[in-house]
């Protein structure tokens, strides 16, 4: 069964330091893969997504990912976090077949400190 | 242009009661439609997927139904609430735009926050 992991519920950073959110999948085939941002009471965001192509995968706000077929992982990246940053970020991937429907992970809480 | 509306934003109903959370599509037709729901603020639970009009699967049995009356209408409802069916609602479609992959996603309401008291 396809699964995305996500290791930590939490991530910490100072406004202006890079910061990365970790992702790690499993999945049977090719992977498509997703990062969504929930601000409170708010619905999901896309910021990225990766299907095919290069495997640097630029986004919405400045993020960006990476995919690693090798680690199986698709890591959240931004060279400069911002206090408006802090949110809820998910990590997803398709499940095929007749559903098509997205698998989330857990979850990542980050909050970026002034 | 492709937009996803969820309604109501916020809804406060006690035990027992009925419910009904509508999502409609614009700008697409034969859509495939999703509910999810979000417990504690955190992970999210498919509930329902619709590939068709009147054609509805469900991922968990719970005491929630859903419907699909129209082509971009998906409909959530329940005939008595229970204090477990608390939770932030999300509405969500597969997005298919010019080109497979550059136009392949999946778009979220804007959510229905559910308290039953």
């Known amino acids: 069964a396809q699964s995305v992991a996500q290791p930590e519920d939490q991530v910490n950073v100072a406004e202006g330091n890079p910061l990365t959110v970790k992702c790690t999948y499993s999945?049977?085939?090719?992977?498509?893969l997703f990062w969504y941002v929930q601000y409170p009471n708010r619905g999901l965001q896309f910021l990225l997504k990766?299907?095919?192509?290069?495997?640097l995968v630029k986004g919405s706000y400045g993020f960006e990912a990476e995919f690693n077929k090798s680690q199986t992982s698709f890591h959240l990246k931004k060279p400069s976090a911002l206090v408006s940053d802090s949110a809820l970020y998910f990590c997803?991937?398709?499940?095929?077949?007749?559903?098509?429907?997205?698998?989330f992970g857990t979850g990542t809480l980050l909050a970026v400190q002034p | 242009s492709q937009t996803i509306h969820q309604w109501p934003a916020t809804l406060v109903q006690p035990v027992g009661s009925p419910l009904s959370l509508e999502c409609t599509v614009e700008?697409?037709?034969?859509?495939?439609l999703y509910w999810y729901r979000q417990a504690a603020g955190r992970g999210l639970q498919l509930l329902f997927y619709?590939?068709?009009?009147?054609?509805i699967s469900s991922e968990v049995p719970q005491n929630l139904s859903a419907s699909r009356p129209q082509d971009r209408q998906f409909i959530l409802s329940s005939k008595k609430l229970l204090l477990s069916d608390s939770g932030f609602y999300l509405c969500?479609?597969?997005?298919?735009?010019?080109?497979?992959?550059?136009?392949?996603?999946?778009?979220f309401g804007s959510g229905t926050r559910l308290t039953v008291v």
């Open positions: 997803a991937v398709r499940d095929g077949g007749a559903t098509n429907k997205l698998i």
């Open positions: 999945v049977s085939g090719n992977p498509y």
């Open positions: 619709s590939v068709g009009i009147g054609q």
């Open positions: 969500a479609w597969r997005t298919s735009g010019q080109g497979f992959y550059p136009g392949y996603g999946y778009t």
């Open positions: 990766y299907i095919t192509g290069d495997n």
């Open positions: 700008g697409t037709s034969n859509p495939n």
